[in-house]
């Protein structure tokens, strides 16, 4: 900043006097710098996130939303505001967070810069105040229309995760619940099923939120059973009914339409009853009687053949498979498998993934 009686070498020497800015003109020249550094920052990460709705999933819609919003924010970007500028002087240019250097995959990186965009729109909105009230007003709209976005963006994504998953673990209970669950992740599972019948609420809950942070970590779905409950306490990303547990319309209501439903079904009736419910995917089980689900009748591959002519939507078989059946399993039409123990009782949990994947993603690549 300029202050009365400066050297200035452009002068050669000769001292100009310029007035001193006023208190008020500085405070106005700090608030320009925030809003300017603000505008940049939210078009920026906007730009990150049109990037993915175009390349990544081809959504028009969502795409055309991005780019309205940059442009309106760019319209609020005046020369004024843009000579305030001093990148120099910015002390918060090498300040980075170690989070920053790291994305565990799409869904972390979206997040990331939701949460970026929304900050900085909250700062135009309150600092925008100071200079215009129509700017306040219109960052506000602003926020709140990317707020819808990232709803509908992040419900389309695990909506998109869910068809390309092939392989499902359920979990049993386990000592080495979390080791076991790494060890299926690093062998490139991307759906987890939270499964304990018989424990209290409060492990329950510690398990839940620790499985929850595992799968965000390796970019992959937490699906939580029979729980709506747990499921939105942990912000899962769905939750598994059986046809004993709560009506898929009353969880839809409690867990809105963007988190996955699954449901339970063992026979044709079943399965046309899930579709027209509003079900995400379906269990097509039991194929193999098991102890997992003691008493309960093998559905047998005949309904699994059906479920392969006659699901319209995406559908696992479960129930007794294991590394000698699932060629089996596929042969009778199955392309997603869930399974409990062959994962939760494995020796080396990463390598029976990486089997049961092998198998299923060669007949994805054959039949198309
Ligand atoms: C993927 C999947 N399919 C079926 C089930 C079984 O659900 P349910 O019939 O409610 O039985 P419990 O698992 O609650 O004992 C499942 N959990 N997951
Ligand atoms: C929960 C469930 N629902 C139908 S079969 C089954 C259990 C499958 O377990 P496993 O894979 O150990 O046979
Ligand atoms: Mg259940």
Redesign the pocket.
């Known amino acids: 900043m300029k202050q009365a009686g400066y050297y200035d070498e452009s002068t050669n020497g000769v001292v100009v006097m310029v007035e001193p800015y006023s208190q008020k003109q500085q405070i106005q020249q700090v608030v320009y710098r925030i809003l300017d550094a603000n505008l940049d920052r939210a078009r920026e990460g906007l730009r990150v996130i049109e990037e993915w709705c175009r390349f990544g999933l081809n959504n028009v819609q969502m795409t055309s939303e991005c780019k309205q919003l940059r442009q309106e924010i760019a319209s609020w970007h005046t020369a004024e505001l843009r000579a305030a500028r001093d990148t120099l002087c910015d002390t918060g240019t090498e300040i980075t967070h170690p989070q920053e250097e790291t994305r565990s995959g799409i869904r972390a990186l979206l997040q990331a810069n939701f949460c970026r965009v929304q900050e900085a729109l909250r700062v135009l909105e309150e600092y925008g105040k100071l200079v215009n009230s129509n700017m306040g007003i219109a960052f506000k709209q602003m926020r709140y229309r990317v707020y819808t976005l990232e709803t509908n963006l992040m419900g389309y994504e695990r909506h998109q995760m869910l068809l390309r998953a092939r392989l499902y673990l359920?979990t049993?209970p386990s000592e080495n619940l979390i080791g076991t669950v790494e060890a299926a992740l690093k062998g490139g599972l991307t759906l987890i099923q939270y499964?304990d019948k018989n424990a209290d609420d409060t492990l329950r809950l510690d398990l839940a939120v620790s499985l929850r942070d595992l799968c965000r970590n390796y970019g992959a779905l937490f699906i939580v059973?029979d729980r709506v409950d747990l499921a939105l306490a942990v912000d899962a990303d769905g939750v598994h009914l059986?046809q004993q547990d709560m009506p898929i319309s009353v969880a839809r209501q409690l867990l809105g339409p963007q988190r996955l439903i699954g449901r339970?079904t063992t026979n044709p009736q079943e399965m046309q009853q899930a579709i027209a419910d509003g079900a995400d995917y379906i269990?097509v089980?039991?194929?193999?009687e098991?102890?997992?689900?003691e008493g309960?009748a093998a559905a047998g591959l005949e309904y699994v053949q059906y479920a392969a002519q006659h699901s319209t939507i995406p559908w696992f078989a479960?129930?007794?498979?294991?590394t000698s059946n699932i060629n089996d399993v596929i042969d009778a039409g199955a392309s997603r498998v869930?399974?409990?123990?062959?994962l939760?009782?494995a020796e080396q949990p990463t390598l029976v993934t990486q089997y049961l994947l092998s198998q299923l993603n060669r007949i994805q690549s054959e039949r198309k």
């Open positions: 359920v049993s499964r059973n059986g339970s269990g089980g039991p194929v193999y098991t102890p997992t689900k309960k479960i129930g007794g498979i294991d869930a399974v409990v123990r062959s939760m009782q």
